[in-house]
C-alpha cells in the first residue's frame, strides 16, 4: 500500500509540492500529462492552482483526479526524516 498525500502545493512550470503520509515529500511534474484528457483543462493556470488534497490523492475542480500510487511513484522524493539526515 502507498501513503496517502496529505498536503499539496501549486508551483511554477507546471509543478505540485507533495507531502505523503510517511513524511516524505516531493516533487510532481505534471507537463507530460497536460495534453491528455481531463488533463487538458489545466493547462490554464488558474485551473492547475486550484489543485486539492481528495481522501488520500490529488484532485482538481475540473474532474481531474490522480491515483495515490501513480503520485507516490512519480514524485521525485526526498525524505523529511531528521534522522535519515543524520545517517548520510
Not at 33 to 55: A, H, I, M, P
Request: hydrophobic fraction near 35%.
Amino acid at each position: 500500500m502507498y501513503p496517502s498525500v496529505t498536503n499539496v502545493i501549486p508551483l511554477d512550470n507546471y509543478l505540485l509540492s507533495v507531502e505523503f503520509s510517511n513524511g516524505e515529500k516531493g516533487v510532481l511534474d505534471m507537463k507530460p500529462y497536460l495534453d491528455f484528457g481531463v488533463f487538458t483543462r489545466l493547462k490554464e493556470q488558474t485551473s492547475f492552482n486550484q489543485v486539492r488534497v481528495s481522501f488520500d490523492t490529488i484532485e482538481w475542480h475540473t474532474g481531474a483526479d490522480l491515483d495515490p500510487e501513480f503520485v507516490y511513484k512519480k514524485c521525485q522524493r526526498s525524505t523529511a526524516h531528521p534522522s535519515a539526515a543524520a545517517d548520510a
